[in-house]
C-alpha cells in the first residue's frame, strides 16, 4: 500500500534537501526542501531547512504583505530582530508578520540548525533588504514565482 502523495516522512525530508543560494548574496546559503510544493500547496510556501554551522539563513529583509514563520526542530540557531539578537533552541516558535521586524537566522553553533521556515504565497509582495539598501518586487506569472531586485538609492528622486 503507498502512503498518500500528501504525505512526507522527516526521512524523506532530510534526504531531499538541496542547496538554497540567495539570489542577492551567493554566500547565503541553506539545504532545504520545499514541502509545501511536494504536497500541493498553492498558498503557503513551507520549507524543510538545515542551516549549516556558520551559515546565515537570508539577507536580512522584512515582507510588506507576506507572513512568515519558523519553527526550530534541532540545533540552537541564532535570530536576529531588527538590532536585537536572540538564541534559539529546539521546540521555538517565530511569527513574522508582514511589516514586522527585519529579520535573518544565523547558525553560530557547530551542529546544524533544522527548522521548518514558511509563510503565504500572496499574489505579490514587496521585500526590502535594508542593511544592504535592496528592494525586491515579488510576482506571479505564468504560474510562477518572479523576483525583480532594484537598488533601493534608485527610487530616490534626483
Not at 149 to 158: T, V
Request: aromatic share 6%; with cysteine; glycine share 8%.
Amino acid at each position: 500500500m503507498s502512503r498518500s502523495p500528501h504525505i512526507i516522512s522527516r526521512d524523506q525530508m532530510a534526504a531531499l534537501v538541496e542547496p538554497r543560494t540567495h539570489p542577492i548574496d551567493a554566500s547565503v546559503q541553506r539545504l532545504a526542501y520545499a514541502l509545501g510544493d511536494a504536497t500541493g500547496l498553492t498558498r503557503i510556501g513551507i520549507h524543510y531547512t538545515v542551516l549549516e554551522p556558520g551559515q546565515t539563513s537570508t539577507v536580512a529583509h522584512v515582507h510588506h504583505f507576506s507572513d512568515e514563520f519558523l519553527l526550530v526542530l534541532q540545533g540552537h540557531p541564532r535570530l536576529s530582530l531588527d538590532s536585537e539578537t536572540i538564541d534559539l533552541a529546539p521546540g521555538d516558535f517565530v511569527g513574522l508578520p508582514a511589516n514586522g521586524p527585519c529579520h535573518l537566522l544565523h547558525n553560530p553553533t557547530l551542529e546544524n540548525a533544522v527548522y521548518i521556515v514558511g509563510g503565504d504565497r500572496a499574489p505579490h509582495d514587496v521585500c526590502d533588504y535594508p542593511r544592504i539598501g535592496r528592494r525586491a518586487y515579488i510576482y506571479e506569472e505564468n504560474g510562477r514565482r518572479k523576483r525583480d531586485i532594484i537598488h533601493r538609492a534608485d527610487l530616490d528622486e534626483k
